[in-house]
């Protein structure tokens, strides 16, 4: 459910008060298992979650925005906002097969319960100005919140084993652990940031862009098992600078320099253990360039891209203990052609290459260190790619056609056991029964085709959306 309503207080001053709010029982699928290392189809519709399993969310989002136009040159934007979470979380997560029982192994309960109340404001102000006689645009703000999060949960997860189950005919059981659900910690996060973004025209055809960010965060976490408490101080930072170049006036080239510093996961979940881990650092460049053409029926864009990305964590699915690693690099392409066609065609075309590796990844494996340097990171494909073909045939009518295509990826970081890639078929036809009422039927994976969307881990495939359909109606009003 979402409700806005706005004020306008004047020509210039106006308020927004909205509020959203969402309750989601989603199903608690987690995979697929693998039976000597290969799919089997007839598994593929089956659950092995337990009976009394859980997934739910509740959220709520209120915000008040104030816009106000000071002048013809300045503005102001205002974001008070208040966000409230409630999320359940009771599962069974691994399934293994074991060969000389011809059976699985469910394992993995985890129960975990998030309590999460944030309120924070944003303000901001926009200068049309001119700087050194140059035509100049800059914002400048500050950002304020607080997090107040609490956890139960049946950690430290350390139960041994699990209960067998047949794989065609699995007895749903129920959760047990050895571990009671119990509160485990609660945490305040408070975080304050300053930034400023500018575009200055420097010529007709030249345009720079700089940004810069700073944000200071403090994380006061009780441990309610042991009574004790730590804080610490995280600071970080980033900035960009950027040059456009209109070449004509249909066709421009960019390039971007970047830089952040993030904490290394969610910075309300962080234990005492990871906080202090040292900031995720990351360095982007990206050069590219996009031109219409063909009267502006014709559009497409090409960019290049490298990223270099340090001490950022990786989880293992197995024990669920999250390791650092020391650098990570991306490097890739990325092209997309949109075309208007006679007679009310329309072709939209995407597609990326990406090589991505572990330059310095030490994984401690059964105790050892094992250098995983050179390695791609687990469900990263190299190549996907998109198409799109839609058609209008009058009266309202229209319908389209799509492909959807994900290259081979590996399963762990070893990179010994991969995923196969997939090319799924899409639908859809919509029709404007009335100048302000649209019927829609929307068609997922049209050929029904078996596909591994992701792998949970190097044994249990998350299979791909089967044959779905959607049924839409929209009335502008």
């Known amino acids: 459910m979402s409700a806005a309503l706005r004020f306008d207080a004047s020509d210039d001053l106006s308020f927004t008060l909205a509020h959203e709010r969402g309750d989601a029982e989603p199903m608690n699928y987690f995979g697929t298992p693998l039976i000597d290392g290969h799919y089997r189809d007839s598994l593929r519709k089956k659950n092995y979650n337990v009976e009394n399993d859980v997934q739910r969310y509740h959220d709520e989002w209120t915000r008040l925005n104030t816009d106000w136009a000071i002048s013809d040159s300045i503005s102001a934007s205002n974001q008070l906002y208040y966000i409230k979470s409630r999320r359940h979380w009771r599962n069974a ?11 699985l192994q469910r394992g993995s309960y985890l129960e975990i319960k998030h309590d999460q109340e944030q309120v924070g404001d944003r303000q901001s102000f926009t200068f049309d100005h001119s700087l050194f006689g140059l035509a100049s645009k800059t914002v400048l703000g500050a950002e304020y919140n607080r997090i107040r999060f609490g956890i139960n949960s049946n950690s430290p997860y350390n139960d041994i084993g699990g209960d067998y189950i047949d794989p065609w005919h699995p007895a749903p059981g129920d959760f047990h652990s050895l571990d009671p659900t119990r509160p485990q910690s609660h945490s305040t996060t408070r975080t304050f940031a300053l930034f400023a973004e500018n575009r200055t025209q420097l010529s007709d055809r030249w345009s720079l862009v700089t940004g810069i960010r ?50 290394v996961s969610d910075l ?24 219409l053409f063909w009267d502006g029926r014709g559009e497409w864009t090409l960019a290049a891209y490298h990223i270099v990305k340090k001490k950022l964590l990786v989880d293992d699915p ?9 650098q990570q690099t991306s490097d890739g392409l990325e092209a997309t052609l949109e075309l208007a066609l006679a007679n009310q065609w329309h072709v939209s075309a995407n597609a990326s290459v990406v090589r991505a590796q572990y330059d310095d990844f030490d994984q401690t494996v059964g105790g050892q260190s094992v250098s995983r ?10 190549r996907t790619a998109n198409l799109w073909v839609n058609k209008g045939f009058g009266y309202g009518v229209a319908a389209g056609m799509g ?12 990179n010994t056991q991969t995923v196969p890639g997939f090319t799924v078929v899409d639908a859809n036809l919509g029709w404007h029964v009335l100048p302000d009422v649209r019927l829609g039927l929307q068609l997922n994976n049209l050929l029904d085709r078996r596909y591994a969307a992701t792998a949970h881990s190097g044994e249990q495939w998350l299979m791909g959306e089967p044959r779905s359909y959607f049924a839409t109606v929209d009335y502008s009003f």
């Open 93 to 103: 997560e691994d399934y293994t097969w074991d060969s000389s029982l011809g059976q």
């Open 214 to 263: 700073r944000d200071q965060n403090h994380i006061d976490r009780d441990n309610l098992i042991d009574n004790s408490r730590t804080d610490r101080s995280l600071n970080g930072g980033n900035w960009r600078a950027g040059l456009v170049f209109a070449v004509t006036d249909e066709l421009s080239l960019y390039g971007q320099y970047s830089t952040s510093e993030d904490g």
């Open 268 to 291: 309300v979940t962080l234990s005492p253990s990871q906080q202090n881990f040292d900031l995720t650092e990351a360095k982007q460049t990206e050069f590219g360039l996009k031109q």
């Open 318 to 326: 197995i024990t669920h203990q999250k390791q650092q690693a020391g």
């Open 373 to 382: 340097a050179g390695n791609r990171p687990s469900n990263v494909p190299r």
């Open 403 to 414: 492909l959807r295509y994900v290259d081979e990826r590996y399963a762990n970081t070893a």
